[in-house]
């Protein structure tokens, strides 16, 4: 296994961690369980929508660009892929946002998952059900020091060490015709 970035920032890549058939099932079951919402956040000084929608599954709140998320109960599903993702992680999760990207329009900006409730080096996986999307990395220092993989369906983006100091990630916007994508993200919130 290959670690798409360099020095102590980590990135590894597990193509096919669902099978398609049962990855394209669980989007379709996640679309129809979660409660889906579209907050906005502050850029800039500026509330602005987020361009994708987002559910939150954690007992814990979770604040990030002036936006608080409010602990809700997990669903079976996502404590089930919690289950699959902390045994190939080797990490305990406490908490998920799930984002749904309804076409090429949505997308996630330049970003990292830096906030203090957090940690120091937190661990950030990312589970892709539906449209392969390019995701891409870019050293927060060195904007021209970019990484690029496409994310397919099933797959799993496992983020660690100092990833989220050093390199921001994003997911842009396609003109192509593209499919729905949930990604499901785990990570551990500590209490505050």
Known sequence: MNNLLSGQAHAFYFPNFIEQEESRSLLNRLDKELLWRQESI????????????????SDLPYKYSGLILK?????STILELKEKVEAVSGELFNSCLINKYRDGSDYMGWHRDNEKEL?????????????ERVFKFRKKEDKSSKVSISLKNGSLLVMGGTCQHEWEHGISKTSRPTEPRINVTFRHILET
């Open 42 to 57: 502050k850029i800039f000084g500026k509330l602005v929508p987020q361009p994708r929608l987002i559910s939150w599954q």
């Open 71 to 75: 602990p809700t109960p997990w669903t």
């Open 119 to 131: 940690g120091s080096n937190p661990v950030v996986t990312s589970l892709s059900l539906g449209a």
